[in-house]
């Protein structure tokens, strides 16, 4: 089964970088997508960024410039690049990976989860 693995989270100062990764260490699929997603206490979970299985990216408004993402959905394999961490960063962040499948035209997305990694952005 896939299990997403994230790693690279912790205490950071504003100003401050960190790069997260994630692994898939079960089977491998072919993902469509993965991203990075955050939820900070109280609040719901967003789409940080995403990449593709076609090389496109997305990223929220509040990270453009500061985060980049990057890996290859063939690898299973997902990098955030983070700089200028600011306090309202604070989250945890979960990894993201999306497949379709069923029958004729694989129209139903199945979403997988990592545990999750907390970054703290703090002085």
């Known amino acids: 089964q896939v299990r997403l693995v994230e790693s690279g989270g912790g205490l950071v100062q504003p100003g401050g970088s960190l790069t997260l990764s994630c692994v898939n260490s079960?089977?491998?699929?072919?993902?469509?997508?993965m991203a990075w997603y955050r939820q900070a206490p109280g609040k719901a979970r967003e789409l940080v960024a995403r990449?593709?299985?076609?090389?496109?990216?997305n990223y929220a408004d509040s990270v453009k410039g500061r985060f980049t993402i990057s890996g290859d959905t063939l690898r299973n394999a997902v990098y955030l690049q983070m700089i200028s961490l600011k306090p309202e960063d604070t989250a945890v962040y979960y990894c993201?990976?999306?497949?379709?499948?069923?029958?004729?035209?694989?129209?139903?997305?199945?979403?997988?989860w990592g545990e999750g990694t907390l970054i703290t952005v703090s002085s």
């Open positions: 079960g089977k491998n699929f072919r993902f469509s997508a």
């Open positions: 993201n990976a999306v497949r379709m499948v069923g029958p004729v035209e694989r129209t139903f997305a199945v979403d997988y």
């Open positions: 990449i593709t299985d076609r090389g496109s990216t």
